[in-house]
């Protein structure tokens, strides 16, 4: 392993790299195969999810490792109890707590980058302290607290919820993405006469642009797979205003797990996550990096 | 003093929460008016079905130290995350040099690493439960043939019916699922190395062995600790691994204070409060040995 | 400093106010012109998608709408798992449903939030008059049962015959000795349930074959009489010989039933509801099980433990009795109860819908055994001492019997 750090990192300049291409090849041969190996080990259980969605009812409990037929008709019969509604309210609960998290994280991070003010330090520890709390430690809290708040749809209560606990990571990433960008380049735009607002939104943001995506995906996911408060704040709602983690939860029954519908609703909910991730694989990266360097 | 002056002072002072106000109002809401909450209800007497009897006074607390089973379940809550930690600081470190090393194919393999990332804790942890079914799981279907498992339904097979096999287990998926945001966060890490520091290095005819230790792991250092810090309280407050796997049977031999607490709930409301008070205090203290510890003062300024 | 805190204070009030006033939409849904609206919150008794009890209430609620245009009755279903708590965090927030199924509080009944069974059904003497108690506080009657179920043991007749076994077993001694010739076949030969699942009912039809229960007929309770802890040694010693599945403490009825279902295991207690997991699990044909009464130490219970899910009406301000009563008068119907048991395998809980059924082939037996089912204990402490026993009680049969049931027996006396 401790040979490993001698290549230059992958994405920065590639003439060094170039330079070692020829010599390394037997050891990038080796690489790719451990490489393999992880990613392997890390997708097999979401394989073994899949089969399992695939296994007709007769064969559940069997010892093969596949099914000898496909069954395909759980993929087909979750949508007839409001798994498409479940879907959209996910998105909504999603979607809303991610703008949320944008309008609030954004001018904060940039303020507390850019001006030292007094109480600045404070509010930076209240944001680092809302890091340790999360809402399964709190849960007798803010379910007694959204009770006495009686929001008009529990689709409300779950976007605070989630932009609140999502805010803190948001915040610290993009308070160091700010931090990175000298200050001096919106300065130049200002004296040529542009607004603050102007120079934020031209020059700051498309150069913070890998952060702020960072920590939008990552609120969106959070909140996509947040089960504890949805569970408990979201009861009343009919089954199709119910995000999808709760309709999955019920496959849960009083007599027995529905694993085929259970794993099949679980495919199709992840599905949409990895596909967002896939698009924005090498900006997690580079959204991280500026926030470890801080 | 004139109006206008006291005006202006007000106005500068009120500037900044332009900005942070609405986060600081989202963090009262949402995080900090529930532990208030918390505290209230660890002081008042709660019926079962959620009706407030009247104060409890420091009931809930003694009852809650009286519990047979606190110091143990404290303790195993303290070896879940150290292993689960360490274990996984140390896989995502090696996984992370090795994701950092260019080969064909390297961006598809970086992906299958966000699979349990992506995937809900509550799935990943289903999963699991299923694959090891002391009758027809994978897991156990393949160690049948690898003659590790001798019977099925036997009792070796029933790796989460008993305790310090179930809580191995566990600890497995957890480290699973945390590894890929631990690797992604030292990636970052690696990245932000810039490969001059090593041609210097080189030319300073360091070994290999000797550029890791006095190069990359110290740059590394900033990226590591905060992994480690956000790995901590994740792991300290994880539910859905535990509750989906085994409830914290057999009784409460594999819960933690987080599982514990949602065993208490069920009866005692004023009781299961006054744990997650208890567990806020843990939780406050472990960061702030973890900061003292790392001098993490002197990283962020 | 001081200020910051003084201004989050402030803003966070501001939020709050700010929340608080989109909130008054929602509540009441009263009579409005004379036509009133009912929210009836039941719970969900489907295994899956396609048989989701929404369904079977909204047929009710449609046809009743149709003949009662003035009446909507609005129904939600919520999963059996989180009834107790939906009910409870609706009667907290005061956003009480008019009408609910499925488990029954008389801490409700003690509130005053309900109203008497007498007050919202036309004809209360066709309910069953054994389950009259569970479902009455102080004597009087506020919970009217809705569907009840009744005990078997379920066995496997294909891995019997496999295993040379005539006869179904009858005692203990039978069980055990069934068991052991069908572990030695590699399948499961008792599935015993003590997880935190449903770890009161089969304990309580342990407890039964010995001649023992939670409470003696005085009301008194005895968890850990010499009878019990008989019955547990009984099981530790069942398990450690490997005659059940391993570790029963950490099992729970959802994964036995489903195994059973598929022909992993030869005995297992069982109520009507395993019937249709046996059937979509595709494996075991109608020949291939049958269920009998339950073995007891020296011979088959003459009665098992009767189960009952309850309608409990709500007094919402009062103003709606009269069209509670003629809608349960309407679902309490013979044709919806038959429904209900043909969709899940349960039981009805009318006499004249019991009469419907008694000849029929599955049900005749299940109901036979209806009249005198031992209940559970009716006290309010038995919440919190069912959640003990939920999730301690499997320790007893690893460790020490007494000792277990002991501590449980002090959490009873000790009282709520």
Redesign the interface.
Known sequence: ?????????????AA??RRNKRRAKPR??V??I???A???I??L??V??VI?ALR???E????G?LPKHYDWSNFT??W??G?GGSIWTSVKIAGGATL?VL???L??A???AR?R????A??LL??LA?????P??????????F?D????SPTYSLI??N???N?AFA?WILNAYFSSIPAELEEAAMIDGTSRIGALRRITLPLALPGVVTALIFTF?GA??E??VA?TLS??A??NHRPI?VT????????????G???AG?VI??IP??V???FI?GK??????A???? | MSSPVVLRRVGRAAQPLLWIGPAIALIAVVVLWPVVVMFRTSFQHISPDGYVLGSAGGKNYSNLFDEPDLSAVLIRTAVWVVVVVTVTMAISLAIAQLFNQRFPGRRVARWALIAPWAASVMMTALIFRRALDAGSGVINVLLHDMGIVKHFNSNQADWLGRQWSALVWMMVVAIFVSVPFSTYALLAGLQTIPSDVYEAARIDGASKWQIYRAITLPLLRPAFLVATLINVINVFNSFPIIWEMTRGAPAHETATTTVFMFQLKQSYIGESASLSVLNFGLVIIVVLLFLRATRWREQVS | MRRGLLVTTALSAAAVLALGACSSSKGGGGSSGGSVSLKLVAADYGTGPANSSQKYWDGIADAFHKQNPKITVKVQTINWNDFDNQVQTMVQNHQLPDITEGDYFSNYAQEGLLYKTSEVLSNPGNLLPVFAKLGSFEGTQYGLPFTTSSRTLFYNKKLFADAGISAAPQTWADVQADAAKIKAKGKIGFGLPLGSEEAQAESLLWMLGNGGNYTDSSGKWTIDSAQNVETFQFLKQLVSSGDTEPNPGAKNRTDLWKQFAQGEIGMINGSPALIPIIESGKVLTDSDWASVPIAGKSGPLTSTLGVCDFVAAFKNGGSKQAAIKKFLDFAYQDKYQLQFDKEYDLLPATTSASNALSSDPIFGSFLKALPNAVQYPSSTVWANVKTQIQQTVGTAVTGDPKSVLGAIQKTAEKGA
């Open positions: 392993m401790t040979t490993t750090v001698l290549s230059a990192p992958a994405s920065s300049a060094p790299v990038t041969m690489f790719a451990l490489g393999y992880v990613a392997l890390f997708i259980p979401y073994e999810m399992t007709p009812p007769d559940l409990l069997s010892r490792y019969t979750l007839k109890t798994f949320l309008v609030v994280a001018p904060a940039y303020y507390t001006r003010f007094r109480g600045r404070l509010f209240l944001v809302t890091q340790m709390f999360q399964a430690a709190m849960l007798v809290g803010i379910q007694r607290e009770n708040l009686n929001l008009p605070l919820v932009a609140g606990f805010l915040v996911i996509w797979n089960l504890i569970l009861l009343s009919t089954p983690t999955l939860n019920n496959y849960i029954g009083q007599y027995s797990i529905d694993w519908h259970l794993f679980s909910a992840t996550v990895i967002l991730f896939g694989e997690v990266v580079g959204g991280l990096t926030g470890s360097i801080k």
